[in-house]
């Protein structure tokens, strides 16, 4: 089993900057890949960004693309989400999760963290 635990949200201004933290432990998770989704009230859960644990790919939804990056330290067992030129339709609560598989589907996703409220005014 493989605990998430999530960190760094809060309250930001509109173009404002947030950088997300995911602390890992638990069995060996290198073959994992780690995601982040996020679920505003009302509406479905989303698929942000993923990145492979053992070389590090990364694949991002297209609305997220050139304003959030998705990273991680191996040393820190740790996955960071920098979100950049945050927009008020950003606002979310935002999960953290792994996978045995390279997926965009919540559901292939095993493993998640309590979430961090991500909350951006305009």
């Known amino acids: 089993q493989v605990q998430l635990v999530e960190s760094g949200g809060g309250l930001v201004q509109a173009g404002g900057s947030l950088r997300l933290s995911c602390a890992v432990s638990?069995?060996?998770?290198?073959?994992?890949?780690m995601g982040w989704f996020r679920q505003a009230p009302g509406k479905e859960r989303e698929f942000v960004a993923h990145i492979m644990w053992s070389d590090g790919r990364t694949y991002y939804a297209d609305s997220m693309k050139g304003r959030f990056l998705i990273s991680r330290d191996n040393a820190k067992n740790t996955v960071y989400l920098q979100m950049n030129s945050l927009k008020p339709e950003d606002t979310a609560l935002y999960y953290c999760a792994a996978s045995g598989t390279r997926s965009r589907w919540s559901s292939d996703y095993n493993n998640w963290g309590q979430g961090t409220q991500v909350t951006v005014s305009s």
């Open positions: 638990g069995r060996t998770f290198s073959r994992y890949t």
